[in-house]
């Protein structure tokens, strides 16, 4: 008795002028499906109703010209000769319209589906056939969003990155981590810069990278390293993680164990990847915290002469209260930040220099540490002997 007295009010407030699509979602809270087209086959077949010939006084046409919508999809997919997987779709309706699907659910006193999903989820339906791809609600490749407000449906396409994932060895010193601009032009390229717009001629993020935007056709990139060493440091072991976000990709089946070797060989001896593989958007954080520790090779240069004894007061390295260092000032927040010393080690080379290996918490400036950075850091290798101290080379071994 709902049904029909429900379907008597919606044939009047329509005209009768209704399309499957329509019909059966209005029904959707009280009919089984499969979908809403055979709710409304149901419907026209126990009530003995007329199919609407006319266009749909809620829809206005739009669920049954989506096979026509779907073929500017194709069109725009197929021109930017895209590669992909999954797919999402999103869509832009007249306001008039949601509000008139609205207030009908408002008359009929029901909470059903709202029309905007329904084009959403029968417009991907046709595409994922058509191009033979998955639907991801989280993390597809690509989003098609159509705009149904103009009498011709408008079609963008949105390529969303590829994340890689690995780590890096660092093998020599004078390289930054990412791409580092001028300092004089801002990377518009001038005289101190021979014109190419960075302070160094090239980076890790740029070593890495141009093989796999070659690969993948993307337009840019953008590199999340677990923390970073300074230019003059070399990162070694097992080397450090890394996400790379390569930004409109047009190629995703990339081969990443080619793309690791090519790397290899054209920046031997500069760096070298390890472990490459596919990864996610949220990994580009997680990467970012993950890190609980380090283990450090310094070498320190002392302004005296100590007794080898001397080190043995090391060993008091504990609790380090560390205001930002100086040369990093600006471009950190000045605050007090507290790490901790897990373990020390050390090698004597002559009465003056010694090597020493630091395994501490992440967060914590080495060569401040060393230096004490005129007590900004405390205590400091510097404090504890009594005499000036020189972080003269440094070498990150792990990143853990």
Known sequence: METEKRLEKLLDITDGSICPNCLGRKFSDILPGPGNVKRAESLIETFKLKKSTVECKICKGILEDLEKTADYVEEK??????EFSTILVGSRLPENLLSADEEINKILNIEVESIKKEIN????????????????????????KVDFRKSKPRVWIQINPLFIEGRYRKLVRGIPQTKWPCRECKGRGCPRCN?????????????????????TQGSGSKFHGAGREDVDVRMLGRGRPFV????????????LKK???????????????LDLKFSNRNRKVEIK?????????????????????ALEKLK????????????????RADKIRKRRVIDIRWNIIDSRTFEVILKTEGGLYIKELISGDDGRTKPSVSEILNTSAECIELDVLEVG
Not at 316 to 331: D, E, F
């Open 259 to 273: 793309i690791s070797d090519e790397i290899n060989k054209s920046a031997k001896g500069k760096i070298q990847v």
């Open 77 to 82: 997919i197929k021109k930017l000769n895209l």
């Open 289 to 309: 915290t993950s890190s609980s520790y380090k283990i450090y090779k310094a070498k320190v240069k002392l302004k005296d002469k100590i007794e080898p004894s």
């Open 195 to 215: 014109f190419t717009g960075k302070m160094y001629p090239t980076s890790v993020e740029e070593l890495v990278a141009e093989p796999v935007l070659k690969a």
């Open 121 to 144: 989820r029968e417009l991907g339906k046709i595409l994922k056939k058509r191009f033979n791809c998955g639907v991801d609600f989280e993390n597809p490749d690509i989003v098609v």
């Open 244 to 255: 790379l976000e390569i930004k409109e990709p047009r190629i995703r089946k990339i081969n």
């Open 316 to 331: 008091s390295l504990n609790l380090i209260k560390q205001r930002t260092p100086k040369r990093v000032a600006h471009r």
